[in-house]
């Protein structure tokens, strides 16, 4: 299962919109498979997506109360920024604060991952 994330700009913090999208999601995917509880929502996020984990994880703490998530912990998976440089051909891991490629120093990337925000696995009874 893999499905991802919409952002919604609700709450005082973003993350609180996307925890929401998370429980949405997960509890059409456990309605879908026969699941009463969910258990355990496994969760990608790159690390150039915007969103930070320590929040999102404090949102889903809050939000999933009297939902079929109740009882459910959110797995983070953290992905790491990797950058294509077009000028030398090299892949890298990129730095938020400096995304020049570390062989040629050149700023001619293509970011093959890093922005993702995806559900891509639940679990539960």
Not at 13 to 18: D, N
Not at 40 to 49: E, K, L, P, T, W
Request: with cysteine; aromatic share 6%; net charge negative.
């Amino acid at each position: 299962m893999t499905e991802y994330v919409r952002i919604r700009k609700e709450g005082p913090i973003h993350e609180s919109g996307i925890a929401a999208n998370i429980i949405e999601i997960a509890e059409k995917a456990a309605k879908k498979n026969g699941l009463s509880t969910v258990r355990r929502v496994d969760v990608q996020i790159g690390a150039f997506s915007g969103v930070e984990p320590e929040l999102l994880t404090f949102a889903f703490s809050v939000l999933k109360k009297k939902t079929t998530l109740a009882e459910a912990e959110l797995e983070i998976i953290k992905l790491p920024l990797l950058l294509y440089c077009r000028d030398c051909e090299t892949d890298y891991v990129g730095e938020s604060e400096d995304l020049r490629c570390p062989i040629c120093l050149g700023e001619n990337y293509d970011i093959k991952q890093g922005r993702e925000l995806k559900v891509i696995a639940i679990s539960g009874g």
